[in-house]
């Protein structure tokens, strides 16, 4: 399931769009997409890449998130822990 859209949706939809562009159009409008979601991929490995040169200029330290992210998962498992026993089970 992709979006809340299943199996019958998708084939509606696919059928629309032969109706509306024909069957001719299609590939030249799966190309365009493909060239603009590549351009769109490209623009954000950049983005991200200028980001992290930046960063390692400047002298920032990357692994700040890995840090906490890893307190949090420590904090949540430290309440698992002690809310295990107190859980209720489903009948």
Do not use: C, H, W, Y
């Amino acid at each position: 399931m992709f979006l809340f859209i299943g199996g019958p949706e998708v084939f509606i939809i696919l059928l629309i769009v032969v109706m509306f562009f024909g069957a001719d159009k299609i590939p030249e409008i799966a190309r365009g997409l493909a060239k603009g979601m590549n351009q769109v991929k490209n623009a954000t490995n950049d983005i991200k890449r200028e980001i992290n040169n930046t960063a390692t200029k400047s002298g920032v330290d990357l692994n700040v998130t890995k840090d906490i992210k890893k307190a949090v998962d420590d904090v949540k498992e430290n309440i698992d822990d002690m809310t295990g026993p107190i859980r209720r089970t489903k009948l």
